[in-house]
């Protein structure tokens, strides 16, 4: 270190100035630079090649055109005349380095030729020609030294050449990576997960290396990228996995190499390129995924799939057993109701969306479901649900106000369409709470978007929930297909009824889960005089009943509903609470809070955090069938990892602060914070328990 | 079972295009660390929490980082934001026996010399605070913000070269997001690639 006082001070002033042939550091000659060319004398408008040839002292190294964690290009400035163009550095596959701190760099050792193309003018006037460039370099041994040399050659014009410098040319020009191969030999394909890009190679000439590698050119210097890994390799399949590091969220792809060898930077080494073609074809892919049209259809598909929920069913199954009643009547009576119960679901759907947007421009955080923290809805919808049931069981018909009925469809005769339109209502408000796989990202990424997109993102679910009854309505020929009508009907009603009350015990539990035991019970018991008024209604509020007979039943049933509306709901549900945190959690999972999560990680624990809630059947079905399941348990604690419940029953804020993070706009939620530094992996909505699995085998690893 | 299987891959397709969810080094919080300075003082980031603190790696034998002393362009960075309450760490991770590593004395040496104007030069030759921080450049800046958070990490300026002739032109990514920061605003340009020479880590 004794040098050091001399060398920083004098190299401030030399460094620069330097620009000597040969580059010299404490006496040893660096680089070597020279210009070649592989033809003997230029040809009037023929393109032939010229490289600059780097002779690099041992142990030292310059640098590809993407340097990797250190260095920098080596950088050729041409000085030609007008008329003469010059191509592309074509660099050869640069060598891959890992030092000390894992710090991976691309270059070169001991020599390095970088090829370009000259096309001279089809008239040249002088002979010979001397071609000139600036050439400029980092060279690094365990110290980086900036080199330049300005560079130059003479070549004689002539009618003809012949090849000169065959051998470098030769060797460098194998090292030229090819373009990639058509459809037929490779197929490549981009995704992204997170902040991973994820590049999958399908050929079989993937089994004949035994080493193989995916070098990234990332594009400006906004782009950070850190270090491909291999994700996953079969016999003709590779799956590289890119870490972007930069917030570039639209970065669906990457230029670079994707390397084959016999051993790590063996001299057989080549190379495919990943270019404009495979950029674009990614971006094919991904954009119309991030465009509009593409949510809007996801939104289409989700809502046909909220048909199939088990929320839904026992409403779904009512309207398919009103189109058997119907099939036998005049094909306009049947069509006429398909329309009126698809104008229940678009109600429901736009009233959502307007309110959303009223929401969301009043500057609330929106969350799909969001209705069901709210107890008061949870209750309203389980009195709807009783009536609902009792009405199919014949404890009472549901008749709508006549006026009602009048102002909205003018004319009496419609009433069944009316009850037509009010079921589709009702389907879609059970449909709500289960938030089907695709309706999560479709409706997180309207909620970030604007009101129109909201508007068109709701009106496509309800699209999608309406295609079967809207085909079925057009198209009654396709209802032969279904059973004839019969005294099975009445049956059948009244089951659906009882699949009714099972829904009426989901709601119930979620009105436990919310206002705890004492306040299921008090909104119980006010279920239970709702049920006796439905039941006076059948009794009593008959035609065949006096006025009198009538009007004393009607004040009862009033009497009745406010005065338990009152005390069970008004002041006993009402004030009945329970303290979530205290709430049993099964197991050994712990009660999530931000600064515990915070907390065991800073401690280098994995965590993994399930953002749940009582009325979320998705997620009960994820916990009962995957993340309760022994193999998984036994998983999580081999690998050590804290669970926590993030329990989202009651729309907790700091909850639902992180599901916004995570872009979704409601529960289930699945993630999983691998380490202290580590990018936390999310789960698809729908667990599997060899995804789970995977995952927790993929932390083992990277944390060994 | 398809239905659910289509559904599942259907799923991961779709939340994996949309739900990048990332968690940028950028906005976690800055690792404590605590070690000694060119003048045996011992420098700990805890002590400094309620300020901005930027943290420079630093080797004096790195071209790019005698780009920015021998041109003036860093002790006049220091100088300025020192000057505005900014705490300045430069630190030097490099390893015994690499090129950049230097003794206490060297340190100050060069500290008096180059009149460079940080709050102080921390000495990290066993690589710790470079581990810690996934440093592996010089100069390699990073910016931490008075509640403990990470705001910048990357390059000193736009224009990766040794070439002092560059600074002019090329945009000071520091200068602007202290800039940024010290006003109130969020750092429009929060992560950048870092250039220089590579830090050489004590190999363990």
């Known amino acids: ?38 033809t003997s004398a230029i040809v009037p408008g023929k393109p032939f090649n010229v490289g600059l040839l780097l002779r690099m002292a041992p142990g030292w190294h310059t640098y590809w055109k993407y340097s990797g964690d250190a260095g920098l290009p080596t950088e050729i400035k041409w000085k030609l005349p007008p008329g003469w163009n010059i191509g592309e550095i074509q660099w050869p596959i640069p060598l891959k380095t890992i030092d000390p701190g894992d710090i991976q760099t691309y270059g070169y050792q001991d020599e390095v030729l970088l090829i370009q193309e000259i096309t001279p ?132 792809a990457m230029p670079g190499l994707v390397v084959f060898s016999k051993f790590p930077n063996s001299n057989d080494r080549s190379a495919w390129r990943i270019g404009a073609p495979q950029i674009a074809a990614a971006a094919q892919i991904v954009q119309p995924s991030r465009g509009i049209a593409t949510f809007l259809l996801f939104g289409f598909i989700g809502g046909f799939i909220l048909n199939l929920m088990p929320c839904v069913l026992p409403v779904i ?204 019970i008090w909104a119980s018991c006010f279920l239970l005089v709702i049920a006796i008024a439905c039941w006076m209604k059948g009794a009593f509020l008959i035609p065949t009943a006096s006025a009198s007979k009538r009007a004393t039943a009607r004040i009862i049933m009033l009497v009745f509903l406010i005065a338990s509306g009152a005390y069970f709901i008004g002041d006993k549900f009402h004030s009945s609470k329970i303290d979530i945190a205290q709430s049993n959690l099964p197991g050994d999972w712990q009660p999530f809070t931000p600064e515990r999560l915070q907390s065991e990680r800073d401690a280098g624990h994995a965590v993994f955090v399930d953002f749940t809630a009582a009325w979320c059947l998705t997620c009960k079905f994820n916990e009962k069938a995957v993340l309760e399941n022994s193999e998984v348990r036994d998983a999580f604690q081999r690998h050590g990892v804290v669970k926590m419940k ?10 639902t602060k992180i599901l916004q993070q995570f872009g979704r706009p409601g529960v289930p939620l699945y993630v999983l914070y691998p380490g202290k530094s580590a990018e936390p992996i999310v789960f698809p909505e729908l667990l599997t328990k060899n995804n789970v699995l995977e995952k927790l085998e993929t932390i083992a690893v990277a944390s060994r | 079972m398809k239905m659910k299987l289509l559904l599942t891959a259907l799923t991961t397709l779709v939340a994996g295009a949309l739900y990048a969810t990332d968690i940028p080094s950028v906005g976690s919080a800055a690792p404590d660390f605590s070690a000694p300075d060119a003048n045996g003082k011992t420098q700990s980031l805890s002590h400094y929490k309620g300020k901005y603190v930027v943290l420079e790696w630093f080797n004096p034998e790195c071209p790019f980082v005698k780009k920015h002393y021998g041109s003036d362009n860093m002790q006049k960075l220091q100088a300025e934001y020192t000057g505005k309450g900014v705490i300045w760490l430069t630190i030097d991770s490099n390893a015994p026996g690499s090129e950049g590593n230097i003794t206490a ?70 200068k602007a997001a202290l ?26």
């Open chain 1, 646 to 655: 993030a329990d989202w029953t009651n729309g907790d804020p700091a909850i």
């Open chain 1, 317 to 520: 199954s009512l309207k398919i057993f009103g189109f058997i009643k119907h099939a036998g009547q005049d094909r306009r009576g049947v069509f006429r109701n398909g329309i009126a119960f698809i104008a229940g679901i678009f109600v429901w759907f736009v009233g959502l969306a307007l309110l959303l947007i009223a929401l969301k421009a009043a500057g609330h955080q929106i969350t799909w479901a969001a209705q069901f923290t709210n107890p008061y809805f949870v209750l309203a919808l389980s009195v709807v649900v009783l009536v609902f049931a009792l009405d199919l069981f014949g404890v009472f018909e549901i008749t709508l106000p006549q006026a009602l009925t009048h102002r909205m469809l003018h004319s009496s005769e419609r009433e069944g369409e009316a009850g037509s339109f009010f079921q589709g209502v009702f389907a879609t408000a059970l449909a709500t709470p289960c938030t089907a796989p695709f309706l999560g990202p479709a409706i997180g990424f309207a909620f970030t978007q604007s009101p129109l997109v909201i508007f068109s993102m709701f009106v496509s679910v309800a699209a999608g929930m309406s295609a079967p009854y809207f085909l079925l309505s057009a198209q009654p020929a396709w209802m032969k297909f279904l059973p004839q009508p019969g005294p099975w009907m009445v049956h059948v009603k009244q089951f659906m009824g009882f699949l009714l009350l099972a829904t009426l015990l989901f709601l119930i539990y979620v009105l436990g889960a919310q206002r705890g035991l004492e306040g299921a």
């Open chain 2, 179 to 204: 800039d940024e920061s010290l006003g109130g605003k969020p750092v429009s340009n929060a992560q950048t690639k870092p250039y220089g020479c590579h830090i050489t880590y004590k190999s363990s």
């Open chain 2, 105 to 174: 004395e060297q340190a100050q040496k060069i500290m008096d010399s180059w009149k460079t104007k940080q709050t102080a030069l921390v000495l990290d030759p066993e690589s710790k605070i470079a581990k810690l921080y996934g440093a592996k450049n010089t100069p390699n800046m990073v910016i931490i913000n008075p509640e403990g958070k990470i705001v910048y990490e990357g390059a000193i300026d736009s224009k990766a070269s040794p070439n002092p002739a560059d600074i002019p032109a090329s945009t000071n990514y520091v």
């Open chain 1, 1 to 38: 270190m004794s040098r050091f006082g001399q060398l920083s001070i004098v190299a401030f002033a030399v460094l620069f100035a330097q620009s000597a042939v040969a580059q010299n550091y404490q006496g040893k000659e660096l680089v070597k630079p020279s210009l070649q060319a592989d």
């Open chain 1, 121 to 252: 003018p089809a008239k040249i006037d002088i002979s010979p020609v001397k071609l000139s460039a600036e050439a400029n370099w980092l060279v690094c041994e365990k110290i980086c030294i900036p080199g330049g040399a300005n560079v130059d050659l003479e070549l004689p014009v002539a009618a003809s050449s012949e090849p000169k410098n065959t051998d470098v040319f030769a060797r460098y020009r194998r090292l030229v990576p090819q373009n990639f191969p058509d459809d037929k030999a490779a197929t490549s394909n981009w995704s992204r997960t997170g902040n991973d890009l994820h590049l999958k190679i399908s050929s079989e000439q993937i089994a004949n290396y035994q080493n193989i590698d995916f070098f990234p050119v990332p594009q400006g210097s906004e782009t950070v990228v850190g270090h491909p890994s291999i994700e996953s390799r079969k016999t003709n399949e590779i799956t590289f996995r890119i870490p972007i590091e930069s917030p570039d969220k639209n970065l669906s």
